[in-house]
């Protein structure tokens, strides 16, 4: 009744595309040359969609506003990132940050 050869057969695919698609970076990087502009295109890019990242994780949460305790907590978890604090401590005084908020009743 069900299709497991055929969902098998396309988790295999998509593992070996994946895997392929991994491995082709590395093995093309010394074969190929971009010119300098689009390497700091490139780089942009790469801060941009990051920033996107964040900044949609940190304000929504399934489509709805996630409150403003989240938001202050990334923004101490930013604000020791810069100041070069160990990333243990970035992850874990961001989380208690928020959890305190929440603790306070700020949603």
Known sequence: MTNTPLLVGAMLVLAVGTYAFRLAGP???????????????????????????????????????????????????????WRKVPFVVVVLAAAACTALLRLAGVS
């Open 27 to 81: 093995t093309l990087r010394s074969r190929v040359e971009f010119p300098p502009a689009v390497e700091k295109l490139m780089e942009r890019s790469a801060v941009v969609l990051l920033t996107a990242l964040v900044v949609t994780t940190a304000l929504f949460e399934a489509h709805e506003w996630a409150g403003a305790a989240r938001p202050v907590g990334v923004l101490v978890g930013g604000l020791l990132a």
